[in-house]
């Protein structure tokens, strides 16, 4: 159910069994948000994901696995 739910999400890439693929956008546009503040289940919810759809440290952990990776390669 939840992988439709992802699937249609035009941020969402690709959904597998165990992985959710975003889109480069989507994690440009999630660190830009949270480097202004928002806290990162915010900026899920505002950028049209469901935050409560994902385990409650999810978000947090990957826009922050997503701003290592920017700083580190641009």
Do not use: M
């Amino acid at each position: 159910k939840d992988k439709k739910l992802f699937a249609a999400c035009p941020h969402v890439l690709k959904v597998t069994d165990s992985q959710i693929l975003f889109s480069p956008e989507f994690k440009l546009k999630a660190i830009e948000l949270h480097a202004e503040g928002l806290l990162p289940s915010d900026v899920f919810r505002k950028l049209g994901i469901n935050p409560l759809l994902f385990a409650e440290s999810y978000p947090k952990k990957t826009i922050y696995r997503w701003e290592k990776i920017f700083e580190a390669e641009g």
